[in-house]
């Protein structure tokens, strides 16, 4: 199993960025598929964006496109959600999601298919 820990959340005005952050425990952590969900109040977990073990294949949802970038740092067992031009509707408890992949340059979309998860952090976008 992989701990992890989000960081970076937090109260932030529209059109303002956040950066967030997940610290994986696991030292083989570049043999897995990292991702973002994130679940607002009365609504469905939801796929935010997917990165490969490599960081060469990367999603995105539509409603993020353009606007937030996932990235990693290996050395660091770090992966990272930068989210600009924040939208109230972007407002939601924002999770990270492990699975291991190698050597496929897998990215999973959907929740099921990630059996590691942080405990959330919190980003509310003020209009």
């Known amino acids: 199993q992989v701990q992890l820990v989000e960081s970076g959340g937090g109260l ?4 303002g960025s956040l ?9 083989t952590f ?26 060469g294949n990367r999603y995105y949802a539509d409603s993020v496109k353009g606007r937030f970038t996932s990235s990693r740092d290996n050395a660091k067992n770090t992966v990272y959600l ?5 939208k109230p509707e972007d407002t939601a408890v924002y999770y990270c999601a492990a699975a291991r992949t190698f050597p496929r ?15 959330g952090t919190q980003v509310t976008v003020s209009s």
């Open 12 to 15: 932030v005005q529209a059109g």
């Open 19 to 27: 950066r967030l952050s997940c610290a994986a425990s696991e030292r």
């Open 30 to 55: 570049n043999n897995y598929a990292l991702a973002w969900f994130r679940q607002a109040p009365g609504k469905e977990r939801e796929i935010v964006a997917a990165i490969s073990w490599s960081g």
């Open 82 to 86: 930068q989210m600009n031009s924040l």
């Open 105 to 119: 340059s897998s990215v999973f979309t959907t929740a099921n298919e990630y059996d590691n998860w942080g405990q």
